[in-house]
């Protein structure tokens, strides 16, 4: 069994950064893509970046690309998410999520999730 914890959320300005981070235990973290995903209220969970197992592979979804950036340190067993230039638009909660097969954008694909931490983003 595989437990996930983010951290690193919190209230900011549009234009701000903030850098989330998700803590794995209980499995073999070097093993296994990390995906982010987001939920605003009233909407479906969206795929936000995913990294391959060993960092050298990493996807995003296109209102995010150049904005944000997912890396990850297996040593840690930490993968992170660095939010640059947030937009109100960035609002929801963010989870982590581990897949044990070969990732995807897909929240089903997921086996492993977080609980989330919220980011709320003002104009």
């Known amino acids: 069994q595989v437990q996930l914890v983010e951290s690193g959320g919190g209230s900011v300005q549009s234009g701000d950064s903030l850098r989330l981070s998700c803590a794995a235990s209980g499995g073999s973290f070097s093993s296994y893509v990390m995906g982010w995903f987001r939920q605003a209220p009233g909407k479906e969970r969206e795929f936000v970046a995913a990294i391959s197992w060993s960092g050298a592979r990493t996807y995003y979804v296109d209102s995010v690309k150049g904005r944000f950036t997912i890396d990850r340190d297996n040593a840690k067993n930490t993968v992170y998410l660095q939010m640059n230039s947030l937009k109100p638009e960035d609002t929801a909660v963010y989870y982590c999520?581990?897949?044990?097969?070969?990732?995807?954008?897909?929240?089903?694909?997921?086996?492993?999730w977080g609980q989330g931490t919220q980011v709320a983003v003002s104009s």
């Open positions: 999520a581990a897949d044990l097969a070969y990732g995807s954008r897909r929240p089903n694909d997921y086996d492993y």
